[in-house]
C-alpha cells in the first residue's frame, strides 16, 4: 500500500527517535508532517507533541494511509487528505495556528523532493526549521559550496540553512529504495532577496554549468563580453570562473546590480 505513490516506509525506530528529535519541538509549537503514511513518524511524534501542548497537521495523499495511522496518533492531530504540494501554500496561508511559528517534517517521497523545496521557498511564511528525509546525492547537492554551487544549492541557501544530520540505509526502510537517503535539516534564514531577479539570474548562471561563467552572463543575458568581464572581476573572479565557483552572496550581488 502506498508503493504506487513511490512512498518508501521508514521502519528502523532508532532513526525515527533520531528525526524526531531533529525537529526540536518546542512548548506550543504547530508540526507539519508531509507524507506521514503508516505513521511511522507521526504516532510518536504525537506522543512527544502530547507532551508539550504542540499541534500536528498530517497531509497525506492516501486516503487509506491516513485511517489506519488516526486510530494509532493519540493528541492533537488534524490529518488532511490531498497533494502537499497543492495543500501546503494554502494551508500556511490561512491556517490560524500558523501566525506564529511552524516546523516541517517529512519522509517524502523522492520524485516530489524538488517541487516540495520549491513550494516552501515560495511561502511567505516559511518554516522556521524543516527536517526532511531525501536522497543522499540530493541532499550533498544541497548543501554544496564554492566550488560545487549548483542550481538547486542557490535556489535553496538563498532562504535556509541546510546541514546532512545522518545517512540512513536502504534497509531503514520497507520497501528498502534503490538509492542511498539522508536526513537534512533546513534552517530557515533572515529573508535576503531583494527582489525575484534572483531566481532568473540563477537559471542563467547555472544554465550551462559546464560552460564558462562569462559565456553564460553574456549569452543568458544578452551583454557585451566586456560587461561580462566586468561583472566577474566585480565579483572577484578572474575572467575563467566557472558558475560552479560562485556563492549565494555573489549570485545576489549580482541580481541586484542587473
Partial sequence: ???????????????????????????ADTIIEIG????????????????????????????RLIENTKHQASGDVNFVVGDALKILPELVSRYPLLDTKYKLIGNIPYYITGKLLRTIGELKNKPSLTVLTIQKEVAERICAKSGEMNLLAASIQVWATPKILFILKPNDFLPPPKVN??????????????????????????????????????????????????????????????????????????????
Fill in 1 to 27: 500500500m502506498g508503493r504506487y505513490l513511490g512512498q518508501h516506509f521508514l521502519t528502523n525506530k532508532a532513526v525515527i527517535k533520531k528525526i524526531i528529535a531533529a525537529i526540536e519541538i518546542e512548548a
Fill in 36 to 63: 506521514p503514511g503508516r505513521g511511522a513518524l507521526t504516532i510518536p511524534l504525537a506522543k512527544k507533541c502530547g507532551e508539550l501542548n504542540c499541534k500536528i497537521i498530517a497531509i497525506e495523499k492516501d486516503s
Fill in 181 to 258: 537517503s539522508a536526513v537534512i535539516r533546513l534552517k530557515t534564514d533572515a529573508p535576503r532577496l531583494k527582489n525575484e531577479k534572483y531566481y532568473e539570474i540563477i537559471k542563467v548562471v547555472f544554465r550551462q554549468p559546464r560552460k564558462t561563467l562569462l559565456n553564460n552572463l553574456v549569452k543568458g543575458l544578452k551583454i557585451s563580453k566586456e560587461k561580462g568581464q566586468k561583472l566577474i572581476k566585480w565579483l572577484g573572479y578572474k575572467e575563467n570562473a566557472r558558475p560552479q565557483d560562485l556563492t549565494v552572496k555573489n549570485l545576489l550581488n549580482l541580481s541586484e546590480v542587473l
